[in-house]
Each structure stands twice: as C-alpha cells, then as structure tokens.
C-alpha cells in the first residue's frame, strides 16, 4: 500500500465494555470450568429469593367462597404489603425488583422498536437527575441509618437503670462511704421507707468490715451489688433539694412515686423508681458508679463522619452524572418504576384466616403455594426432624445427663417403670457399678439398650399408670385394645418407659417425633425448629435476606470504593497519601468487629443497618484494586489525548479511564457478595442480625447453639444451603478471573 493512503489510527484502550470484547469475555466465561455451574446455582438461588412468597406461604393465591361465590386473592394482596415479617421495607423492595426488571426489559424492547429515535437523543440533565435521585437515595438510606441510632436524644444516652457488677468502678470507696452512714442518718437522701435499703446495704458492708482490706475488687463487687441492685429497685428516695439529682429529662420525684390522692399509696412502674434511684445513689457516692446517663461521643464522631462522607458521595454523584449523557428512554424507565411503585403504598393487612383448615373441611378452594406454610407459622412441634427421617430409641452416653443422677434412680426410684426396669436388670444378671465416672457406666448403658432392643418391658400395671401420659398412650392403648405393637414401636414403648423410670437421669426424646404423620407425602421435608415452624420454609424465604445484604452491601461497598479508589490514583500526591493512610487506618481493624462496634453504637438491630455497615466498612479493598489498574491505565495514550483535548479530570476519571479499569471490581464484586453473605450468617448466629422472626440463613444455625446433635438438621440443611452459596459466587469470581486475564487460555 503506498504511504499516501496509509492512515495512523490514534492509541486505543482495549476496553471490556467493547460488544465484541464482551462477547469474547462471556464465551471465555462459560468455557472456565466453573462458570456454567457458579451460573446455575446463582441464578437457581436469585430466583428463589423472588419466587419465595409463590413457592411457600400460608396464604393461597386465591380463593373462592363457595356459600357466597366472592373470589379474593390473599396471596398477592401481601405480595404488594407484606405483614407477616419484621422488615415489611425490604419485602417491598424485593417484590418491586421482582415486577419491575421483566417489566423494564419489555419497554426497553418496545421502544427499541416502535421509538427507535428516542435512542439518538440524549441530555446532561437527564443524567444529571438521575445523580440527584441516588444521592438522595444515600442521603435516605444512611441519614435514616443515624436518625433512627439517635432517638430522642442525640447527645446523652441512659444505661439500664439496675445497676451492673461492671457500673462499681470503685468498691472500695463506695464500701468505705457506706460505713459512713449511721441508722440515725441514714443517707442525705432523706429518713422514709427507702432508708431500709440503704441501712441493708450499710449492713452487708459492715457483717464484712474486718476483711474489707484484703478483699479483693471483684469480692467487693460480687459482695455490694445485690444490695445495691435493692436499694435501686426499692422505694424512691426522697430529696431535701432540688439540686440533689442532676437534670435529666423526665426525672423527678413527682414521677417516680405518683402518689395517689387516697392514702398516698405509690403508684408508678418500677422502671421510674429505678431512674431515680439511681440517680440519687450515684450524688450520694460520687465517681463510684458508673454515671447512667452519659455524653454519646461515639455516636457524635459516627454521625460527623456519616455527614462527611454523605457530603462528598453526593459530589460525586452529581459531578459523575454531569459526564454523561442519557437518552429519553431511561425517564420512561424512571416514570414506569414510579407508576409501579404506588401499588406498593397500600397499608398491610394481617389477614389471620385457616385458609387450610378451612378448605379441608369444605368450606372453600383455594389455589396454594407448592408449600402452604409460612415462614413464621408455628404450632407444627417443636423441633421435629425431617419426615423421612426416624430416630433410633436406643440409648447415648450423651443422652445420660449425669452418672450419679443414673445410678440414683436406678437404686431408689419408686415407680412401675423403676420396678419393672430393675426386674430386667436382675434378670440380664447386671449389677450396678460402685464407681460413677462415664467409663464405669458404658456396660451399663449397652445394657439398658439390649433390654430397649429386645425386652418387653410393658405390663398393666404401667398401662394403668402412664396410660393418660401425652407420650405413652398411643402405644398403650393399642396394646388395651388387644392389637400387637410392632418391633419398632416395642422398642420405643421400652425407651419411654425407660425414662419414666430414670426421671431427670436421662434426655427424653420427644414423642412427637415417632408419630406417624397425619398429613400429604413431603410435609415438614427439613423438620421444624424450636418453634415449631417449618424449616424448608425459613430457608426458602431466609434467602430473600441473605442474598440482599450480599447485593446491597456490596454495591455500596464497590460505589465508596471506586470513587475514592479512583481519587487516589488520578490525583497521586497528598491526595493519595491521605486516602492510602486512611485505607491502612481501616484495614488495621478486624471487619467484624468492627461491624459489631458500629451496631452497638446504632443499638438498632435492623437488616438495612446491617447492610450499611457492611458496605460502609468492606471497601478497602475495591479501592485498592481500582487504584492500582488506575495507576496502570493512566500511563496509557488514550488518557493523555483526553486530558490535551481539554477533558475535565471528572470526564476523564468517569467516562474514560474508570470503565477501562473495571475488571478486577469485578471479579472483587463476586467475592465480595460472599463475604457479605457469611458476615450477616455470623451476625445472626450470635445475635446481631435481623430482629426476630425475619428468617435468614444464619439465624437458623444459631438455633443449634445449645444442642447441635440433637438437633442436627437445624444446623445441617442451612449450612448446606449456606455453603452452596458460597460456592456459586466463588466459581462465578474465578471464571471472571480466568475469562478477564489475557494470560490465561481456556
């Protein structure tokens, strides 16, 4: 070709938001050898958290009222104003998501084809709009967040009012001020019925005074705090000035005795009388309790930081909005989505109807669920295993609670069951151990285990006895009836009698758990926990929750991220150290740790505080990945002919070297909706999630704290399902990685 017709092309940036990169990029991606699966399972577990209310609830999607012929539909009634759940909020925002993605699909389509001109036209304020709707959506989000953590007051906070072992700072100063008083002055507080309470205390230090020096801090404590947790609780003291109390809102001794005009008998809650009590000890005995009322510094700095950080995301999302341009299109998508949300507004409606009962004794039909109970329907048993699971009547040496509580009963009980069992005993030739160790009555317990399996242990008087016990009359009046038990259920008449005659030595099994179902193939798959509601259904509708906190708390993670990420790297300087320093500064502190401290200052357990505050401290690192591909892309030429043809820095931040930089977020992204996910797990496990009784995932394994053998599938089917989706987004990371990376070949 001669040189004349050869044209230079400017240095273009292979950029991932290329179509034909992305398409590269996808095929790569179902290539890997994970991502097909991760797919399956994370679109498999997307579409469980929307269809939850249609796959299990106890309401029907309709019904039809034979004796009248009125038709309602219960079902999508709650769908649009959910009730029966604690955070109704996010029950509306996924049904809302749920209708308006297919429906934003379908304008979009249909504009495509029947406006196709609206896609040529585009405008600054158009985008600059929608900046201004998702800052005020953080501005809602966390100004709502610190709102709700003030209350009241947002300068002071009240401790319990009874006073703690760890509210005595100084025992021995308050021990030493107590033998001050005298029963002929008992407290400036004044000489009425409460003086008894201080002269109890006064005693209690006094029986006590010869070894007050050599009594350690915490003896002193244990020693003070029960009398002074009286003193606190009892009458309220009277006060010979008004200055004896500080000012607190709402306190005063009106208040707190409320004297009736008749007789002046007290009349007020105890929660007062506390207030002021407490109050009062505390001026009596300066710096020696902890002051219950207190100046709320570290809500202050959080609320300060909180406004900052809303202050510069709000910058950012109007000065990131200005650069770009949007067609008509999306304010159709807008106004549809407003239009949508007003069937949302209505007020809920607890609709507490026996939809089932009612159809199976004929009095309606109705079209239910594929599972017609709801999450938090309870009077199914509590804690019954799996249907298709049947538990073995045999003994454990778990199941003995104590040797000596065994051997106890097996020696002096006086009952037809202990009579009866001792019978057998001497029969088999058993004689009982001298010892009382766990390994002197394993021959034992296989011993009571081969009369369970093979003995009848059953007789009329036992009949006779136990037969009105919940637990034993199934079985005994089969056998009074004339009818033979069957080996099984021989084998567990003989355990039920085995613990009637070792009452308190050993864990009873509930009997509940061998009754034969009366109810349809597949009732209670999973079991049902200490409640007695169906497990199945709380992890079906717990993944509504859980797959919400991983997507919104990382959203929020990857926005804060990239912008200061972004920051860093194009600005460089003082302006990197500072952000550098910072990171590090929130590196230093474990994440959930510091999680439970922010909740603790919030003291507000609520599921979108939760996903708050693991956006707002998970996102170190985005911002050091987005900082470090910056740090790359800056260099390259693309970068250098924005800035000569007179970009902004915003411009060319956000429209040119940020979409470029965004491949390793992604595949952060991933992981990082895993780490979310297992964060919230933790924090319901040990109490800090979603109020009860919202399920998720982990507040289901938190159920088998006490026993998690006994009750293995409270903890064995969450954790499945919990492991399923950790394994999902991790193969959906590492196909991103594997299809992102040019060295890699698939």
């Not at 009963?409 to 069951?417: D, K, Q, S, V, Y």
Request: hydrophobic residues 45%; glycine residues 8%.
């Amino acid at each position: 070709m001669p040189d004349s017709e050869r044209t230079t092309q400017a240095p273009t940036s292979k950029t991932p938001n290329n179509p034909g990169s992305l398409e590269r990029i996808w095929k790569r991606f179902l290539k890997t050898p994970g991502g097909r699966y991760g797919l399956i399972l994370v679109a498999s577990f997307t579409l469980v958290a929307f269809l939850a209310p249609f796959l299990a609830h106890r309401l029907p999607i309709h019904w039809q009222d034979p004796a009248s012929g009125a038709s309602s539909w219960p079902l999508i009634r709650e769908f649009f104003a959910p009730a029966d759940t604690t955070e109704a909020n996010l029950e509306r925002g996924i049904n809302f998501l749920f209708l308006f993605i297919p429906l934003a699909l379908l304008i979009w389509k249909g504009m495509n084809r029947f406006l196709p001109g609206l896609g040529k036209v585009s405008s600054r304020f158009i985008s600059l709009f929608f900046g201004a709707i998702a800052a005020a959506a953080l501005w809602a989000a966390i100004g709502g967040m610190i709102v709700q953590g003030g209350g009241k007051d947002w300068f002071h906070a009240e401790a319990p009012p009874v006073p703690e072992m760890d509210d005595i700072r100084q025992p021995e100063i308050l021990a030493r001020e107590l033998l001050k008083l005298t029963p002929a002055e008992p407290s400036p507080a004044g000489n009425n019925a409460a003086a008894s309470s201080l002269e109890k205390l006064r005693q209690t230090v006094l029986a006590e005074k010869d070894r007050l020096a050599e009594a350690s801090p915490d003896d002193l404590r244990r020693l003070l705090i029960r009398p002074l947790q009286e003193a606190a609780e009892g009458p309220a003291f009277t006060a010979t000035t008004p200055a004896l109390v500080p000012d607190i809102p709402g306190l005063s001794y009106e208040k707190a005795t409320a004297k009736t005009a008749a007789g002046g008998v007290q009349d007020t809650s105890s929660f007062d009388r506390a207030r002021w009590n407490r109050a009062v000890l505390e001026k009596m005995f300066p710096e020696t309790l902890t002051p219950m009322r207190q100046f709320r510094t570290s809500f202050l700095i959080l609320a300060a930081a909180s406004l900052l950080m809303l202050l510069g995301l709000t910058y950012i999302c109007l000065a990131g909005a200005w650069q770009f341009s949007l067609s008509p299109r999306w304010l159709i998508l807008a106004l549809a989505g407003v239009l949508l949300a007003q069937l949302f507004t209505t007020p809920p409606r607890h609709d507490y109807t026996p939809y089932r009962q009612m159809a199976a004794n004929g009095q309606g039909r109705g079209l239910f669920p594929l599972i017609p109970y709801g999450p938090n329907e309870q009077g199914f048993g509590p804690q019954l295993p799996p249907s298709w699971f049947v538990e073995s009547p045999l003994l454990t040496e778990a199941a003995v609670i104590t040797p000596e509580l065994l051997l106890k009963n097996l020696r002096g009980t006086e009952n037809p069951a202990a009579e009866r069992l001792r019978a057998a005993l001497a029969a088999h030739k058993v004689t009982l151990p001298e010892g009382q160790a766990a390994a002197d009555i394993k021959p034992l317990v296989a011993e009571l285990n081969r009369i369970i399996e093979k003995d009848n242990l059953y007789d009329p008087e036992i009949g006779a006895t136990y037969r009105r016990d919940q637990n034993l009359r199934p079985y005994v009046n089969e056998l009074l009836a004339g009818r033979e038990l069957s080996r099984q259920d021989s084998q567990r008449l003989n355990r039920l009698i085995v613990e009637k005659a070792l009452p308190g030595a050993v864990l009873g099994v509930p009997a509940g758990r061998w009754k034969k179902p009366l109810h349809p193939p597949g009732y209670h798959l999973l079991g049902t926990d200490e409640s007695g509601r169906d497990v199945l259904v709380r992890i079906i509708h717990g993944a509504r929750v859980s797959l919400s906190v991983g997507f919104v708390s990382v959203f929020l993670a990857t926005v804060i991220g990239l912008v200061l990420g972004s920051l860093a790297a194009f600005y460089g300087g003082k302006v990197d150290l500072l952000i550098s320093r910072f990171m590090e500064i929130m590196m230093c502190f474990p994440t959930f740790f510091l999680i439970l401290a922010v909740i603790a200052v919030l003291d507000r357990r609520s599921i979108i505080n939760i996903m708050l505050v693991i956006g707002l401290t998970s996102w170190t690192g985005v911002a050091r990945l987005i900082r470090g591909e910056m740090l790359r892309q800056k260099k390259m030429d693309y970068v250098s002919a924005s800035i000569a043809l007179g970009a902004s820095d915003t411009r060319t931040i956000f429209r040119h070297i940020l979409p470029n930089a965004m491949a390793p977020v992604l595949v952060s992204i991933s992981f990082g909706i895993t780490g979310a996910i297992l964060t919230e797990a933790g924090l319901s496990f040990i109490g800090f999630g979603v109020t009860p009784p919202t399920p998720t995932w982990g507040q289901l394994l938190s159920e088998t704290r006490d026993s998690p053998l006994a009750n293995w599938w409270l903890a064995v089917f969450p954790g499945i399902v919990l492991f399923f989706s950790v394994l999902a987004y991790n193969l959906v990371g590492e196909a991103l990685r594997d299809a992102l990376d040019p060295r890699e070949t698939v």
